[in-house]
């Protein structure tokens, strides 16, 4: 059965394996699936033509000594909303920009290496763009877990 984007269970079932560990050979795919390797090799080469797949790396907060993670409620100015959060997501400190529902317009999540970094980007950089009106500022003291969506 097939979702909207046209991926079967074959294909779901590919990348459930690759979600668990995106480094796994086609050969151990194959075996713990009991799908062919080549139908996997398809299957992903055109999964990544079709652009639903990308391949990254995600670096650790300790290795890339970004130690203090953020997450901010933001209000913005209703006539410069658009510019604000495009100005947001321009931030290399900013690694995700969602637009929200409810009291606040936006909530984004900002990384430093330590709270002194974190205070001057939001003082010199964050409440500086034009059109943020009001910031909730929550510091993350422990990541219990952290996840991309499920398949």
Same mark, same amino acid.
């Given at each position: ?97 969602? +637009? @929200?529902? =409810?009291?606040? %317009? &936006?909530?984004?999540? #900002? ?5 002194? $970094? ?9 409440? +500086? @763009?034009? =059109?943020?009106? %009001? &910031?909730?500022?929550? #510091? ?5 877990? $952290? ?5």
């Amino acid at each position: 059965m097939e979702n909207d984007l046209g991926l079967d269970d074959t294909d779901l079932s590919i990348l459930r394996l690759l979600r668990e560990n995106a480094r796994m050979s086609y050969l151990e795919m194959s075996r713990r699936s009991g799908i062919a390797d080549a139908t996997i090799q398809h299957r992903l080469k055109r999964m990544r033509k079709k652009g639903l797949i990308r391949f990254t790396v995600t670096v650790s907060p300790d290795a890339s000594r970004y130690q203090v993670m953020a997450v901010m409620l933001v209000q913005t100015d209703t006539e410069k909303h658009d510019e604000a959060k495009m100005a947001l997501a321009a931030l290399p400190e900013v690694t995700e920009v969602y +637009g @929200i529902l =409810g009291e606040h %317009d &936006l909530l984004i999540k #900002v990384w430093a290496k330590d709270l002194e $970094e974190l205070n001057q980007t939001i003082n010199d950089k964050i409440r +500086g @763009i034009d =059109g943020i009106e %009001d &910031l909730a500022e929550m #510091v993350m003291v422990e990541r219990v877990k $952290e996840e991309v969506a499920p398949v």
